[in-house]
T-cell receptor, first 111, second 113 residues
Framework: RKEVEQDPGPFNVPEGATVAFNCTYSNSASQSFFWYRQDCRKEPKLLMSVYSSGNEDGRFTAQLNRASQYISLLIRDSKLSDSATYLCAVGGVGGSYIPTFGRGTSLIVHP | DAGVTQSPTHLIKTRGQHVTLRCSPISGHKSVSWYQQVLGQGPQFIFQYYEKEERGRGNFPDRFSARQFPNYSSELNVNALLLGDSALYLC????????????FGAGTRLSVL
């Protein structure tokens, strides 16, 4: 089993739709969780950290489910500009500062 | 403030050659990490340096090496290039004590022919 797994997609959704991605991780000792966004042929950029209590930033909501070992990202009211690959990153095992990235989930928002 | 800068942006090499990639972190960041990203995959961890010391090494062959300089900039060296080394090489800097948050440079796109 891979350390961090994501459905590669693509997820094709119309503008205004709500879409959710999950990311599962194998190491139950993981302590830090993140979502990054990567546009085509660009570098990944931090979208949001994921806290135990969940967190929200505008149209984006991230949640952590430790029992089932996954994190989720919900995007409401999708915009064309949300089209990108969304990478999850998991780390913090044994105090490590080195996150492991998933392969990413591709989102395509169409008019 | 300048972000993470990498050079060169693109590079074409032939099999067996050697390559050196360079990275300057965000001012004030003392940790630099290197990642390899092939098409359709997430970034794969190669090395992390903090205060000029190697803090972590990923599952890459000894042909890959790196170092960090006193000004916290870093170099990634790859010897005896193989076709499979063709990828986007990303450098990321981070603040000490902030686990996992990486600020990436635009990357060096390496093509090995």
């Amino acid at each position: 089993r891979k350390e961090v797994e994501q459905d590669p997609g693509p997820f094709n959704v119309p503008e205004g739709a709500t879409v959710a991605f999950n990311c599962t991780y194998s190491n139950s000792a993981s302590q830090s969780f993140f979502w990054y966004r990567q546009d085509c042929r660009k570098e990944p950029k931090l979208l949001m950290s994921v806290y135990s209590s969940g967190n929200e930033d505008g149209r984006f909501t991230a949640q952590l489910n430790r029992a089932s070992q996954y994190i989720s990202l919900l995007i409401r009211d999708s915009k064309l500009s949300d089209s990108a690959t969304y990478l999850c990153a998991v780390g913090g095992v044994g105090g490590s500062y080195i996150p492991t990235f998933g392969r990413g989930t591709s989102l395509i928002v169409h008019p | 403030d300048a972000g993470v800068t990498q050079s060169p942006t693109h590079l074409i090499k032939t099999r067996g050659q050697h390559v050196t990639l360079r990275c300057s972190p965000i001012s004030g960041h003392k940790s630099v990490s290197w990642y390899q990203q092939v098409l359709g995959q997430g970034p794969q961890f190669i090395f992390q340096y903090y205060e000029k010391e190697e803090r972590g090494r990923g599952n890459f062959p000894d042909r890959f090496s790196a170092r960090q300089f006193p000004n916290y900039s870093s170099e990634l060296n790859v010897n005896a290039l193989l076709l499979g080394d063709s990828a986007l090489y990303l450098c990321a800097s981070s603040l000490a004590g902030v686990a996992g948050i990486q600020y990436f440079g635009a990357g060096t796109r390496l093509s090995v022919l």
